[in-house]
């Protein structure tokens, strides 16, 4: 059960930010006792990739943060973020943590089960994040994207954290993601019957 929550945890903040849960898992494996990765998950924690994980995570913070150029970076993440949850899934679930002592039996008959879970958990949490970005940019005027992608940044360090040292909080952020879609959903087809009207009253008045 905990490796699952590890996983979902993990993969859930890659749909926020490709690169946090993975070089979360880099940092420490490197440097701490808390996660101890499998042997074929062992690269996230050299060096080379710990540093270019770093530099995308630096052009990933900037570019989130810029309206317009958030909107783009969304299109080119759809690919990425859900690449990122396969991975982190699949080192997550088969790691040694605190809490998980012995993985390796979980989805030993089927290792693509936690790749495939992963990239569908990321690519879900990462269309929550592209379809609120415009709604917040339009109700905003763009002023609210660095808060909003801050925030998101913030909340998939949180959950990559938590993934491996407390997984059982993990239900916790999943219940506050459900929720946040369901305010995306409301607020696109509020805004959608709105326009609607206001092409109508166009068309009367007009």
Known sequence: MFEVLTGTGLAASAGLNAYIPLL???????YTEAINLPAGSAWLE?????VILGLLLSIEVVADKVPIVDHMND???TFVRPTAGGLAFGAGSASETVTVADPGSFFTSHQWVPILA???IALGVHGVKAASRP????TTAGFGAPVASTA???????MSVLAILLPILVLFGLVIMLWAAFWVLRRRRRRKRERISGVETRQLFG
């Open 24 to 30: 979360t898992m880099g940092l420490l494996a490197r």
């Open 46 to 50: 050299n060096g080379w990739t710990l």
């Open 75 to 77: 299109i080119v993440q």
């Open 118 to 120: 992963g990239g569908l």
């Open 135 to 138: 709604v917040v940019n339009a």
């Open 152 to 158: 998101e940044d913030f909340g998939s360090v949180v």
